[in-house]
């Protein structure tokens, strides 16, 4: 009930191929700079129970294993879905090797809120300007404070004015626009980012579908015209001669 799928052998292999592919998705982006996950951002999901619609909290298992195969030291998970992303907050509270920065929804489910590293509240209605100006402040801020090996971005689309379960008003272009800032703020710092679609919610699954492809459009975008693949190869040396000094 509160996970709110009924269980089925579909939902089981579904819930697997999930986090299985974000794991993919961070590997490929510590390895050539930039990847997308078609699905992901189950950021309800705490370490012994599913909430909202999210069973295993596929941030936060991709976080780890990346870092049990010293692919990454510090990882920030950059979570602009509406809802705070309470079960990835809950299971970092007390690890400072991820930082959780979580945008969201003031007034929005999860009603009774974790602590993530930094959670930024936003009244219901905001728009494009003061949503993406405080992106603008607050990301490459922490960028130049944690200095992640390693970013991983939830983009949800349920931020979207007509989204059933937001309640906030951000246009189509501001989708883009965000998805645009994030990866390209994280190229300009040398830190591989990991997409995932996170939540969003309409009757028309084709038009859901459409906005969920935005992130991957920039994404292919920021490839062609960025090539950062070119980029990370003395990155990940850097990493493994920083492993070999702790040693």
Known sequence: ???????????????????SGTILTAQ???????????????????????SGFTIFNDLAVA????????RANKILIVDLDVHQGDGTAALFANDPSVFTLSFHCEKNFPFRKQKSDLDVSFAAGTGD??????????????????RPDLVLYDAGVDVWAGDKLGELQISER?????DRFVIETCMDAHVPVACVIGGGYDDDRHKLAARHA?????????????????????????????EAAHV
Do not use: M, Y
């Open 174 to 178: 501001g989708l883009a626009d965000r």
């Open 1 to 19: 009930r509160r996970i709110g799928f009924p269980w089925s052998p579909p939902l089981v292999r579904r819930t697997l191929l999930e986090v």
């Open 214 to 242: 935005i992130v991957h459009k920039v994404a292919s975008s920021v490839w062609v015209e960025r090539e950062p693949w070119k980029a990370f190869g003395h990155k990940r040396h850097e990493l493994r001669h920083s």
């Open 129 to 146: 300007e003061q949503f993406l100006d405080t992106l603008r402040r607050v990301l490459p801020s922490l960028l130049s404070s944690e």
């Open 28 to 50: 490929l982006a510590v390895e050539f700079g930039l990847a997308c996950n078609l699905g992901g951002g189950t950021h309800h999901a705490h370490w012994d129970w599913g």
């Open 63 to 70: 976080a780890k294993v990346i870092q049990q195969q010293k």
